[in-house]
């Protein structure tokens, strides 16, 4: 991502985008399809500027407009952009760097501003080491196969093995059907390692659910 080496670099006042089940990731691409008269407004704020928004779920309290936000969400930026004949925008945000959501602005414009710090997360603008000795890669890609397989989708078991792990990783925390409260401890895993175990017991843990969707205690 240009210009973005430390977390110094990046805006430390950013317009979010609450939205319950869907997180973003450093690097992860998550489609979106915007029609809130609000969020139209900030996504023609953003393309005028730096062109950042900051993905975040809620949680429970505060008002229906305005409900509490978790304390971590991810940075990121407008990499496509298109409008249709109904005026909706159609856009792909690419994650930079999480962020420990702070103080919320009495901002003007009619979407939610918040002053985030990135410090916990700086490591997000670096790559990560994809064979760390901590990762139990046969153990991830068995789970996974059990996971697909339930679900009676293909998965072809030496691509499992051999991708790497960071782009595969990402991709499957973003895109399964996981609660928002899954999704958001993915979210804040710190590291590759620990984003691949959580995953890892969340795949084993559906696979141990009865047929009658009655899940079984993980020893």
């Not at 916990?120 to 996971?147: Q, T």
């Amino acid at each position: 991502m240009p210009g973005y080496r430390r977390a110094a670099d990046l805006p430390q006042i950013i317009p979010i985008f609450p939205l319950d089940g869907a997180v973003l990731l450093p690097v992860g691409e998550l489609p979106l399809q915007i029609f809130e008269p609000r969020y139209l407004n900030m996504v023609d704020d953003a393309m005028a500027g730096d062109r950042v928004i900051g993905m975040i779920q809620t949680r429970a309290g505060g008002e229906r407009v305005r409900p509490n936000l978790v304390h971590v969400g991810c940075l990121g930026r407008i990499t496509s952009f298109a409008e249709t004949s109904d005026g909706r925008y159609l856009i792909t945000l690419t994650g930079i760097c999480r962020f420990a959501a702070g103080e919320e602005l009495s901002a003007r414009t009619p979407y939610r501003q918040l002053r985030v710090d990135y410090t916990r997360f700086e490591g997000d603008l670096s790559p990560e080491d994809d064979d760390a000795p901590d990762m139990d890669r046969v153990r991830f890609a068995r789970a996974l196969k059990r996971y697909l397989n339930r679900r009676e989708l293909d998965v072809d078991d030496e691509t499992a093995m051999s991708a790497p792990m960071a782009p595969l990783v990402t991709s499957l925390a973003m895109g399964l059907p996981f609660e928002p409260s899954e999704k958001q401890a993915l979210l804040e895993a710190l590291t590759l390692a620990e984003r691949v175990r959580s995953l890892t017991a969340l795949l084993e843990i559906d696979a141990l659910e009865d047929d009658d969707g009655a899940p079984h205690s993980v020893q």
